[in-house]
């Protein structure tokens, strides 16, 4: 026994010590299988392997929330053609994101566990698939079924894993890293309506639907082919670190994440219908407004990720970014004009953009082990999913209430915004205690 014993010792490497191999022996075969170390976690913050996963996010980016940001134009089309009201057409696009957020519990633990490579796979062929799948229905059922939730379920799978590997490669640039990842939420914010909305007068929608989804294939291999993991797998362990929700600041931030979600793809479902029914515009102006907010996005993100990392620290720059957001809905209701229109959807981009950008960097500010990102950004997200789940339907049943006024909506909308930024900052007093200054 004293042979194994010497053989488990520290060991040396070209310099460099190597911890021991624990052997599985009869004598320890109950023992705890050891786990990295995460106070000594110094990835390497940069270079090629590094960027390429920061890449690989992006891609998975575009078409995970490049696909919801594109639901306007899907709404103005099935309205249309459907003769359905708003509120039951967005449906499918609040299912589609609520699958998105309600699967990244069960993604994320798989992703600590090693398999994020099988699992982004899977979730790629499935968001695909769904897209061919919507280019052949003409009822709504078929579409709520492909676009909804085929669509909805693959998005999730492949989202947490390519962003937990992402996160797994930084530490002193993580919020930074994260929220070039996330341009890719805008950059498919404006590809995809683009290629349906400018499409379909020339090829029909069906085709237009298609084109989407081979262009989507051809992003999502892309992602599949850059994905390496780094972390080793964290095989043991139960699906859901329950104590987390011991951690107040970790509570008050997944309230906070909850209202931000609640109200923000309101904005996103309905920012063409305003467009159209309130102040003029046509269908292809309608979706140039949608572009405005989308392409904003994209300056927008890496610019917080520096202010977060480097100045002001993630969870602050997530609580500034959450109450102009509340700000920026509450002004919506002095919107008239179509210049008023334009200006109005630039800053909703651009602070759309910084909430989205800042929003993992500062959940990860929260999560000290890195090999469980996965799955504490993961039980958050599946919390949220009830909020995306039910905010544009909400959004909508107001405005039918209100006879089509788009103001008591708009309160909500702005309201939820504030409240969600008070309660990440109660999340950053419980971390921090009463430091104005605390860079976290």
């Not at 299988?33 to 976690?41: D, G, R, T, V």
């Not at 999730?156 to 002193?172: E, L, Q, T």
């Amino acid at each position: 026994m004293s042979d194994a014993l010497n053989a488990d010792e520290e060991k040396t490497v070209g310099g460099r010590s190597r911890p021991p191999k624990v052997e599985r022996t009869i004598s320890n075969i109950d023992a705890p299988i050891p786990h990295h170390n995460h106070e000594a976690f110094d990835p390497p913050d940069g270079g090629w392997r590094a960027w390429s996963q920061v890449l690989a996010g992006m891609c998975i980016n575009s078409i995970v929330w490049g696909y919801p940001s594109t639901f306007g134009v899907f709404q103005l089309h099935y309205v249309e053609t459907l003769g359905l009201p708003s509120a039951q057409i967005s449906w499918i696009g609040s299912i589609q994101i609520f699958l998105t957020f309600a699967i990244c519990s069960v993604s994320g633990r798989l992703a600590d566990a090693g398999y994020s490579r099988h699992t982004v796979a899977v979730g790629s062929f499935l968001a695909v698939l769904g897209t061919f799948m919507t280019s052949l229905a003409t009822e709504y059922w078929q579409i709520l079924l492909a676009q909804g939730i085929c669509t909805g379920l693959g998005s999730g799978i492949a989202f947490m894993p390519a962003i937990a590997v992402a996160s797994s490669y930084f530490k002193r640039n993580r919020a930074f890293a994260l929220a070039i990842a996330a341009v890719g939420t805008s950059v498919g914010s404006l590809i995809f309506p683009s290629i349906v909305q400018y499409l379909i007068p020339k090829v029909g929608f069906p085709w237009a639907v298609r084109c989407q989804a081979f262009v989507a294939l051809v992003i999502t291999v892309i992602a599949n082919l850059l994905l390496k993991p780094y972390l080793p797998s964290r095989k043991a362990g139960p699906l859901l670190e329950w104590g987390a929700f011991k951690e107040l600041p970790y509570v008050f931030f997944a309230l906070g994440g909850f209202l931000n979600l609640y109200l923000l793809y309101f904005g996103f479902f309905y920012i063409n219908s305003y467009a159209r029914e309130v102040i003029g515009f046509s269908s292809v102006d309608a979706v140039a407004v949608l572009l405005v907010a989308n392409g904003l996005g994209i300056p927008a993100r890496p610019v917080v990720g520096y202010l977060a990392d480097n100045i002001l620290g993630p969870i602050n720059v997530y609580m500034i970014s959450l109450t102009l957001l509340g700000v920026v809905t509450y002004s919506w209701i002095a919107v008239t004009t179509r210049t008023g229109m334009y200006v109005w959807s630039a800053f909703y981009g651009m602070i759309v953009g910084a909430t989205q950008g800042t929003y993992v960097g500062a959940l990860a500010s929260l999560t000290k082990d890195p090999q469980k990102m996965g799955t504490r950004f993961g039980m958050v997200s599946t919390l949220c999913a009830f909020a995306v789940l039910a905010g544009p339907p909400t959004a909508g049943a107001i405005i039918e209430r209100s006879g089509g006024d788009y103001v008591w909506a708009q309160v909500w909308g702005g309201t939820m915004g504030v409240c969600g930024a008070m309660a990440v900052l109660t999340s950053r007093l419980l971390a921090t205690g009463l430091k104005l200054k605390a860079k976290i």
